[in-house]
């Protein structure tokens, strides 16, 4: 038997938190459709993580995807898989994801960018529970897939300006967690402070920094528009980047303002392909030339990302290198 991946640990002590937990359990217990919303980075896929990883499907595959970077064309091979010679590229029969998550989940992030052609693709697999690679003449097999959600988006606006199907959306919101944003739980602060000091420290391998009270109250009464993920990264670079053993107020200063593309600000006359590549680049910079987290960071599949950096001959950036 494969061994277990570790459980994603979901750290926190708010009141907001506990009842998160509650409901992660809950959920755990069914198999019932579920919807995660709240801003990016307040943990969303930590929390698609834990149910899956509690649930009795937990033997079997999460398949997380990405909604915002499939493009139309390929969208029902990926989901659906396809057979050899279906079409140009089909060189051999291919797995849909759906098939991949069988007896397991699927976890599909940011289903608010979905296209309405993916709406109606998956409201079809939902109605049926069926499957059918592209290019198969054999009858569609049945998947035996969970389904959780996830997106930043107010879907209810969404429907009223018709970019999102009522009918999907009443599907799929059977179980609804959200999360509030960090700057709505400061309790859970100290927390998280405690556990990616320790997380990192152990990673690069250097002594647990202690935080100077001003570090401590500045981290504690920042805004977090980029919740949690950014608080880790502000972490993670104070530690990479201070030679000390206290951190300081200038350690733990928020830098990612300044990681703001300049290609964001310069309304300098370039091109949008031109404006696409710094961005991108920057991003890259900005997550240490980490693909995946910088799909994450442009809510692009990491296979997108790919395509693009390929596209604009970017070079991966590796290393803190500016
Ligand atoms: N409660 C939590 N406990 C531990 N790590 C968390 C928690 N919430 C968020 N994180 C971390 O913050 C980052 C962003 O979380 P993620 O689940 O990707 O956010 P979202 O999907 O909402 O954008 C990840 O590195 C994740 O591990
Ligand atoms: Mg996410």
């Known amino acids: 038997m494969a061994t277990l991946p570790t459980l994603p640990q979901f750290i926190g002590a708010s009141a907001a938190t506990r009842e998160i937990l509650q409901e992660i359990e809950c959920a755990a217990r069914s198999d019932a459709k579920v919807l995660i919303t709240g801003e990016s980075g307040v943990g969303k896929e ?3 993580q834990l149910i899956h990883h509690k649930s009795r499907r937990q033997q079997a595959n999460l398949v997380a995807i990405n909604c915002a970077g499939i493009p139309d064309t390929l969208l029902a091979s990926e989901l659906f898989g396809h057979m050899r010679g279906s079409f140009t590229d089909a060189y051999r029969d291919k797995q849909g994801w759906l098939e991949q998550a069988h007896r ?7 289903i608010g960018e979905m296209s309405l052609q993916m709406q109606a693709l998956l409201l079809r697999f939902l109605e049926s529970g069926e499957i059918q690679r592209v290019g198969s003449d054999r009858a569609s097999t049945v998947v035996d897939v969970r389904i959780i959600a996830a997106t930043n ?3 209810v606006d969404q429907i009223a300006a018709t970019e999102f199907r009522s ?3 009443y599907r799929l919101n059977v ?3 959200e999360i509030p944003p960090l700057r709505a739980r400061r309790d859970d602060i100290p927390a998280f402070l405690d556990h990616f000091l320790q997380q990192f420290s152990e990673s690069y391998r250097v002594v647990v920094p202690r935080l100077s009270d001003e570090a401590l109250s500045q981290l504690t009464s920042a805004p977090w528009p980029g919740n949690v993920r950014q608080l880790r990264n502000v972490l993670e670079r104070a530690l990479l980047l201070s030679d000390h053993s206290t951190l300081g107020p200038a350690d733990v200063a928020d830098v990612s303002s300044s990681a703001i593309p300049p290609a964001a600000a310069a309304s300098g006359r370039i ?3 031109e404006a696409e590549r710094r961005h991108i680049e920057a991003v890259l910079r900005e997550e240490r030339g980490a693909v995946a987290s910088a799909a994450e960071v442009l809510g692009l599949s990491r296979s997108a990302l790919y395509e693009r950096i390929k596209k604009h001959g970017i070079v991966a950036a590796k290393g803190t290198e500016t």
């Open 104 to 110: 397991g989940t699927i976890f599909m992030d940011e």
């Open 46 to 48: 930590v929390v698609a």
């Open 271 to 273: 091109t949008l392909a």
């Open 167 to 169: 009918d999907l959306f």
């Open 175 to 177: 179980i609804h967690i």
């Open 153 to 155: 988006r107010r879907l």
